[in-house]
């Protein structure tokens, strides 16, 4: 499943700015947020979330957001949070090289795929932050090859010869 964030019709965070720039990230943390502790991640394991742009705020603030929330409801730890937040996917679409050393520091690589926000992002957009992907001098060549082909295992369907042959 793929987040993608919106505004709704109505709804203005910054007057005059495009919906893209007033509240795209932070909608998709609290989307994110809400999944967690709503229990949702724990309740669906199976589902497999791809949360684009990545992630939003969420890799940033998720050890804020888990230790506030922790203390709050003592019913969830702080680490069991962390758990069902690093299970998300997170897509490099829109992620600008500032932000990739919190993605970086929160993800496993093997759950950051490669995304570039077509079409609805500009198409020279969406290749200035390709590009910025391409130059990330903290990625090795090989941590590059896992973010571009990363999408291709998380969406191989595992078993289905199986379910095929069954029936």
Same mark, same amino acid.
């Given at each position: 499943?793929?987040? #993608?964030?919106?505004?709704?019709?109505?709804? &203005? /965070?910054?007057?005059? *700015?495009? =919906?893209?720039? %007033?509240?795209?990230?932070?909608?998709?943390?609290?989307?994110?947020?809400?999944?967690? /502790? =709503?229990? #949702?991640?724990?309740?669906?394991?199976?589902?497999?979330?791809?949360?684009?742009?990545?992630?939003?705020?969420?890799?940033?603030?998720? @050890?804020?957001?888990? %230790?506030?929330?922790? +203390?709050?409801?003592?019913?969830? +730890? @702080?680490?069991?949070?962390?758990?069902?937040?690093?299970?998300?996917?997170?897509?490099?679409?829109?992620?600008?090289?500032?932000?990739?050393?919190?993605?970086?520091?929160?993800?496993?690589?093997?759950?950051?795929?490669?995304?570039?926000?077509?079409?609805?992002?500009?198409?020279?957009?969406? &290749?200035?932050?390709?590009?910025?992907?391409?130059?990330?001098? +903290?990625? @090795? =060549? %090989?941590? &590059?090859?896992?973010?571009?082909?990363?999408?291709?295992?998380?969406?191989?369907? @595992?078993? +289905? %010869?199986?379910? #095929?042959? *069954?029936?």
């Amino acid at each position: 499943m793929l987040l #993608h964030p919106t505004t709704p019709a109505g709804v &203005k /965070v910054l007057r005059g *700015q495009p =919906s893209p720039m %007033e509240d795209y990230p932070a909608d998709t943390t609290k989307a994110a947020f809400d999944l967690v /502790v =709503s229990g #949702h991640m724990r309740r669906y394991p199976d589902v497999r979330i791809v949360l684009v742009h990545g992630g939003g705020f969420l890799p940033y603030a998720a @050890s804020r957001f888990a %230790e506030l929330y922790s +203390s709050m409801n003592p019913g969830r +730890s @702080s680490d069991e949070l962390m758990g069902d937040m690093r299970r998300f996917y997170f897509d490099t679409a829109l992620v600008a090289p500032s932000g990739m050393p919190s993605l970086l520091a929160f993800a496993d690589l093997d759950h950051i795929v490669f995304g570039t926000d077509y079409p609805y992002a500009p198409p020279h957009v969406s &290749k200035t932050f390709t590009t910025n992907l391409d130059n990330y001098a +903290s990625l @090795s =060549s %090989e941590d &590059k090859d896992l973010i571009n082909r990363g999408a291709a295992t998380l969406f191989a369907r @595992s078993g +289905s %010869e199986e379910l #095929h042959r *069954q029936g």
